[in-house]
């Protein structure tokens, strides 16, 4: 399983989860190489198997090179999970050229090229999933991440697409939607942001990154099996 921008958050989630049902672990990491390490370190310590790739997925020379090393040392991927993703917020009117396409870039050309990257041996195979993780900004719009939202939108149709083209080789396409996660972007906002947050969520309460895994393993594991082209909403109700 190669799990991309595994080295915290959502992604790190993903691949202690996974990794806690026998699955060989590669974590892809742009450039924060000790917390892959560390997350690295946590498996093993639990009995797993991992290996660190470094590579910016936006980029189709570093994704090349990086799958020719996983497939010398894992061999083919069998389950891919498009996680990587950034932010550049900004009002419509202010916000930089620059920053609309480094979040197209990073969340939504990058699922293209990995999902491209692994589509062939999947092919071979006669089977695979992949799954990107998309957002309830993706569903519902956002005010000031129009980028951030257009981006994962886009993964949303990305699945959907894929879904159908991949079918007749039993490749499942998936995606995963959270809402407000507890994270380290979550962790900086104000007392009366996140109040105005939990006022938006019917449960009333921000969703844990183990959350997002735990439905990740659903859609990766025999529970997915006839399910494809779907999103799951992981939210607290927030996008109905």
Known sequence: MLITGASR????????????SGARIVINYARQENSALEVKETIESLGGTAMIAQADVSDEEQVTRMMAAIKETFGPVTIL??????TRDGLLVRMKTSD???VMDTNLTSAFLMSRAVAKDMMKAK?????????????MGNAG?????????????????????LAPKRITVNAVAP????????????????????????????GKAEDIAEAVAYLAGAGGRYITGQVLQVNGGMAM
């Open 9 to 20: 958050g959502i992604g790190r989630a993903i691949a202690l989860k996974m990794a806690q």
């Open 81 to 86: 999970i498009n996680n990587a993703g950034i």
């Open 179 to 206: 809402g407000f996660i507890e994270t380290e972007m979550t962790d900086a906002l104000s007392t009366q942001v996140k109040e105005q947050l939990l006022a938006q969520i019917p449960l009333n309460q921000l």
């Open 145 to 165: 991440q129009s980028n951030y939202s257009a981006s994962k939108a886009g993964l949303i149709g990305l699945t959907k697409s894929l879904a159908r083209e």
């Open 100 to 102: 609309w396409h480094q």
């Open 127 to 139: 089977g695979g999933r992949i799954i990107n993780i998309s957002s309830v900004v993706g569903v």
